[in-house]
């Protein structure tokens, strides 16, 4: 168990609609990172904050979003969903930044339909 | 930008065997370099990382792993393989100015035969 959750644990949705992914970090940890797993584009980073403030951004669509809230869990929103977005959503969190070891979740199965 | 390429998809090997997955990185800048293992419908568990000073590194379950500057690899071995060592391994980087995120290779699937 890292100490990361991720809720829910799958999720199958229709095209054109909207999700939210959640994520509490492990305790002490300010940085929470998302990314993507696809069999066709591997894992790739989406989008990272840090103790509230958004850090860095990777290959994150305009039609996803995220935030993080003062009790630092965060939330994931995918909106206007097509079916290649079909993917393995994780989280994961660290201390601060580059060189700590990043403790990811179990992940969302996101299922769209 | 950085990218990592992990040459074998597939590694099929046998108990008590010993395994070598490669890793070659691209990078203009300083990285970090990571190993990940991701067992079947699991997040990733850390393996090992170097940051700086020696060069081989020693991580859980056996592992380690050697950082070659000039060959730009970061190649993960274990001498001996256990069935339980099945599972799928993801190198990756990151720019040691960055925020932290990670640049993952495509991952290799290690299969361990009795």
């Known amino acids: 168990d890292s100490g990361v959750t991720q809720t829910p644990k799958h999720l199958i949705t229709a095209t054109g609609q909207r999700v939210t992914l959640r994520c509490s970090p492990r305790s002490g940890d300010l940085s929470v990172y998302w990314y993507q797993q696809s069999l066709d584009q591997g894992l790739q980073f989406l989008i990272q904050?840090?103790?509230?403030?958004?850090?860095a951004k990777g290959n994150i669509l305009e039609r996803f979003s995220a935030q993080q809230f003062p009790d630092l869990h965060s939330e994931l929103n995918l909106s206007s969903l097509e079916l290649g977005d079909s993917a393995l959503y994780f989280c994961?969190?660290?201390?601060?930044?580059?060189?700590?070891?990043?403790?990811f979740g179990p992940g969302t199965r996101l299922t769209v339909l | 930008a950085q990218s990592v390429t992990q040459l074998d998809s597939q590694v099929p090997v046998f108990e008590e065997a010993p395994v070598e997955l490669r890793c070659n990185y691209s990078?203009?800048?300083?990285?970090?370099l990571f190993w990940y293992v991701q067992y079947p419908n699991q997040g990733l568990q850390l393996l090992l990382k170097?940051?700086?000073?020696?060069?081989l590194v020693k991580g859980i379950n056996g592992f380690e792993a050697e950082f070659n500057k000039s060959q730009t690899s970061f190649h993960l071995r274990k001498p001996s393989v256990h069935i339980s060592d099945t599972a799928e391994y993801f190198c990756a980087v990151s720019d040691i100015r960055s925020q932290g995120n990670l640049i993952f290779g495509k991952g290799t699937k290690l299969s361990v035969k009795p």
């Open positions: 994961a969190s660290s201390v601060v930044g580059a060189g700590d070891t990043q403790y």
């Open positions: 904050y840090y103790n509230g403030e958004e850090r």
């Open positions: 170097y940051l700086s000073g020696s060069t």
């Open positions: 990078s203009s800048v300083s990285v970090y």
